[in-house]
């Protein structure tokens, strides 16, 4: 069964500010069929491959992310923002298009060795999503792929993981952005 992704994602212009056109998956997540063939696909990569936990982004890579481990049978990696986890943490700062932030997980959250992919909504510029794979590198995890609903490929940041040598996965492509 094919599924137009497109045209389950709400695209709102000059959001967060003028001249950015926000990619809001809240609508893919709302339709049964959709969210089921989008974790589908986002696991279908993996399947047979030794992923000890899936890596989720906060906060829609979290939704996403959690459906993806269950369906892989791992268990699933909070990548919060700062000050969000409530026990001893190693961080990231990262810039971000629109700014500066850091992301956080709990020291314990992966294994030395733990085979480990990265989940999230959308991939623009890569920031978070290279914080996150450097944050889970240090915790000892090796870091297999990234998978995204969303890229918007004029951003450059599925090229910039594809150079570090992941394995990138996108459902969708938005050319501008």
């Known amino acids: 069964m094919d ?3 497109k045209s389950v994602i709400r695209s709102i212009p000059d959001y967060p500010k003028p001249g950015i056109i926000f ?3 809240t609508t893919l997540l709302g339709h049964p069929r959709a969210f089921r063939r989008a974790v589908d696909e ?6 047979g491959v030794r992923i000890d936990k899936v890596a ?6 979290f939704i996403l992310g959690g459906a993806v481990a269950h369906q892989l049978s791992v268990g699933f990696v ?4 700062k000050g969000k986890l409530p026990w ?3 961080g990231e700062d990262y810039a971000l298009e629109y700014g500066r932030d850091r992301v956080e ?5 992966v294994g030395q060795g733990e085979h480990v992919i990265v ?4 991939i623009a510029t890569g920031g978070t999503c290279f914080a996150a794979i450097r944050l889970l590198e240090r915790a000892g995890a090796r870091v297999m792929g990234c998978s995204f609903v969303i890229d918007l490929p004029d951003l450059g940041g599925a090229d910039k993981i594809r150079a570090l040598g992941k394995d990138v996965k996108s459902l969708v492509a938005f050319k501008g952005h």
């Open 3 to 5: 599924m137009d992704f």
């Open 23 to 25: 990619r809001d998956i």
């Open 42 to 47: 986002l696991v279908q990569p993996y399947v």
């Open 56 to 61: 989720g982004i906060e906060a829609r890579g």
């Open 78 to 81: 909070p990548v919060r923002k």
């Open 88 to 90: 001893q943490v190693l």
């Open 105 to 109: 997980i709990h020291t314990d959250a």
């Open 119 to 122: 989940v999230d909504d959308l």
